[in-house]
């Protein structure tokens, strides 16, 4: 079954302070996985996707198909990356969600 | 260019009443068509998914059915509200390519049942 794990429900940081939101994954093929993120009174947008190896508003996400993992890395936050932030995966016909991590930069 | 409407923004509803929330996406043909229930805590669930006029699978046994009358509208129904139907439910729209999978969200409705 297809099934996205974010184990933290929230993650508080210092500006300048390393971030990373943990994202782990089961499926039987090959995945295809995706950051969304959400900022405060603005519709869920795209992030990141994995096959891209792009990094994002100086976000990177790196898959370890070993670890089924594909955990968010930023080196330094910001306070505007403040926000809720989804991992989610593509499957045949549908795209699932993990239950959310908030991301909460503090000054 | 592509937009997706979700309405009504906002709805009360008696509990017992009937539900039809609306999702209509522009500019784009045959997309996959997906609702969503977001709550503090559980994340964003699967609620439904369309690849087509009236394929719908759904993901989740509930009070709620979802139907595809026309290729970019999808409905999300219910005959009879009950309180635990309150939430907050997004409608999306993507359209599948290898490694291209985005999904573009509604702006969502807030449903109390009182």
């Known amino acids: 079954a297809q099934r996205v794990t974010q184990p933290e429900k929230l993650l508080s940081v210092f500006k300048g302070a390393p971030v990373e939101l943990k994202c782990n994954y089961s499926y039987s093929g090959s995945p295809e996985l995706f950051w969304y993120v959400q900022y405060s009174r603005q519709r869920l947008q795209l992030l990141l996707r994995h096959i891209s190896r792009e990094s994002i508003k100086g976000f990177t996400a790196d898959l370890n198909k070993g670890e089924t993992s594909f955990h968010l890395k930023k080196p330094f936050a910001q306070e505007e990356d403040s926000a809720m932030y989804y991992c989610a995966l593509s499957g045949p016909g549908k795209l699932i969600f993990g239950q959310g991590t908030t991301l909460q930069v503090k000054p | 260019s592509q937009t997706i409407h979700q309405w009504p923004a906002t709805l009360v509803q008696p509990v017992g009443s009937p539900l039809s929330l609306e999702c209509t996406v522009e500019?784009?043909?045959?997309?996959?068509l997906y609702w969503y229930r977001q709550a503090a805590g559980r994340g964003l669930q699967l609620l439904f998914y369309?690849?087509?006029?009236?394929?719908i699978s759904s993901e989740v046994p509930q009070n709620l059915s979802a139907s595809r009358p026309q290729d970019r509208q999808f409905i999300l129904s219910s005959k009879k509200l009950l309180l635990s139907d309150s939430g907050f439910y997004l409608c999306?729209?993507?359209?599948?390519?290898?490694?291209?999978?985005?999904?573009?969200f509604g702006q969502g409705t807030r449903l109390t049942v009182v």
């Open positions: 500019g784009t043909s045959n997309p996959n």
């Open positions: 999306a729209w993507s359209v599948l390519g290898r490694g291209n999978t985005e999904a573009f």
């Open positions: 369309s690849v087509g006029i009236g394929q």
